[in-house]
C-alpha cells in the first residue's frame, strides 16, 4: 500500500512537472525574425517573409471565400493530422481521413508488445478521440488532386472537396532494396506488427523443449533487429527481457540470442552522449549483441546474412525484425509540388507548400527547415507543428497573419527493456526505474485528448504497468488485450 502510495505520488509529480513543462514551450515561440526576443511569442510579419508568397489572398473578402464554412480536410490520423484536427475544431468543417481506425502513439509500441501497456491505451480510436465537429472518413487516400482541389479514397468513387488541405501521410518502412527484407522481415510500425512479432517469439518459445541442449536453443531462439538506432535499441532490450523471463518460466537451458546489426559506427546516432551510455549499459545488460560496421546483405524465412568487413555471415534466425529506415509516404511521390532529394516535401515558414498556400504539410513527410536537426521524423515535430498548422488554417481562413516557429528538441526518453528506461529532460540524463516511471509520466501528458490521458494515467496508477509473460500458446490467449 505504502509502494502504490509512493508510486502515485512520484507519477503526479512527474506529470505536473511535465505537462507545465510541455505548456511552457508551447509558447515558446522564436522566429526568424531577427528582432524578436527568445522565449516571447513573436511572429513574421510579412514584410520579413519572401516577398509575393505569403500575401493571404486565399479567401480575399468577397472573392474566394466559400459560401458555407470552409472544407479542410486532413490526411493522415498520426501525430501531425490528429492533433491538427483537434485543435481545428469548430473552426470550419474539418474531414479527417485515415485508413486506420485509430491513432498510434508510437513510442509506447515496445510497451504493446512486451504487454506493459494495452492497445487502448496507446491506439485509441478516433470514434473515442473524435467530437461531433469532426468529421471522420476511414480509407485510404489515393489520390490528391491539387488543381481540382480533391482527394480520392479507396472505399468511396465520391471525391471530396476540400478549400484546405493539411497532408500528414507520415513515413513508411524503407527497406533499401535488401533482398528479402520487405518479403520476411518484421517491420514496426504498427499494432499489427507487434502483434505479429509477439506471436513469432511465443511460437519460436514453443518450439523448444526444455531438455534441448543449450547451443540448439540459442540458434532456435536468435532474433535479429536491424538498425542500432532508438527504434532497434529499444525494441531489442525489449525482446531480449522478455525472452529471459520466458526462459526461467519455461525452464529452458541456456540463455536466447538477440542481435542488433548497425551498419553505422555507433548505436543511436541521432542521441547524445548522456543517454547513450545508458542504453549501452542496458544493451549489455540485456544481453544484446551489437554488431556495428555491420549491413544486413540478404533476408529468408529463418536467416539473415550479414557483411562485415568484406566477409559474409548467414545466421539462422527466428525472425528478423526491420527498423532499419523510413520513407516518405508513396501518396506524395505523384504530387508536382517541390520537394527535397530524399522526397520530402518543402514547405514555407508557415508549414505551407510552396506554390500551394491552401495546403500545408507536415511531420515525416515535410522538410522544415527552421528545427533542430536532432527532430527530423520525430513524433515531437509533428505534434509541434500540429499546434503551427492549426493555428495558421485559423488565420488563413479569417484573413490574418500567419506564424512560424523554431522548434526544438522538449527532451528524449528511450525505453531499455521491461524495468528501465533513460529519459534527457532540461538537459539532464537519468535513467533506471524511476526513468521508467518519468517515462510514463512523459508519455501520459502527450497523449490526444485530457479525457483519454486521465483514463489511460489511472490504468496506469491502479492496474499497474508490468510486461506480460510470453506465455505458451494455448494456456492464454497471449496476444489477448487485457481490456
Ligand atoms: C516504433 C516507433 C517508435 C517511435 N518512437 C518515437 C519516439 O519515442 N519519439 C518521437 O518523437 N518519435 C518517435 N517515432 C516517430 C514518430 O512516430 C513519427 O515521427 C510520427 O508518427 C510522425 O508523425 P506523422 O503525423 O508525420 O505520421 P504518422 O504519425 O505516421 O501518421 C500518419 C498517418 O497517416 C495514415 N496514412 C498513411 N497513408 C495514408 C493514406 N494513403 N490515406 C490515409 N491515411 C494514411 C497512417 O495510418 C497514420 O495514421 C517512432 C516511430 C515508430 C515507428
Known sequence: MKIMALNFAVYSLLLCVFALFASSRETDFVSTNPNCHRKLPCFIPYSLLPAGRFDNNLFPPGALMPATEPRIVIVGGGFGGLFTALDLAGAGSVTLISD???????????????????????????????????????????????????????ASDEPIEYDILVLAVGGVTNYAGVPGAEEFAIPFRKIAHADLLRSRMVAALDHVP?????????????????????????????????????????????????????????????????????????????????HTLTRVVQITQNTVTVEHNGARTEIETAAVVWTGGVRANPVIDSLAIEKTNRGLILVEPTLQVRAHQNVFALGDIAFFKDASPILAGTGQLALQQAGLAARNIRALIDGRQLHTRHFEEMGEAVSLGTERAAVLAGGKAFGGALARQARFALYTSRLPTWHHRLRVGASWFFEGTTARPLLPLGIKQDTQSRQ
Open 100 to 154: 486506420e481506425d485509430h491513432f498510434l502513439f508510437t513510442p509506447m509500441l515496445y510497451e504493446y508488445l512486451s504487454g506493459e501497456v494495452e492497445e487502448w491505451h496507446i491506439a485509441p480510436k478516433y470514434g473515442e478521440l473524435l467530437d461531433d465537429n469532426l468529421r471522420l472518413v476511414q480509407g485510404a487516400v489515393t489520390t490528391i488532386d491539387l488543381s481540382q482541389r480533391r482527394v480520392m479514397v479507396d
Open 210 to 290: 526444455p531438455n534441448l541442449p543449450p547451443q540448439d536453443t540459442r540458434q532456435a531462439l536468435t532474433f535479429a533487429v536491424t538498425g542500432a538506432g532508438a527504434s532497434g535499441v529499444e525494441l531489442s532490450t525489449k525482446m531480449a527481457d522478455l525472452l529471459r523471463d520466458a526462459f526461467e518460466r519455461r525452464a529452458l537451458t541456456g540463455e536466447p540470442r538477440v542481435l542488433v546489426i548497425e551498419m553505422g559506427q555507433k548505436i543511436v546516432p541521432g542521441m547524445g552522449e548522456a543517454i547513450r551510455e545508458f542504453v549501452a549499459e542496458a544493451l549489455t545488460e540485456s544481453r544484446v549483441e551489437v
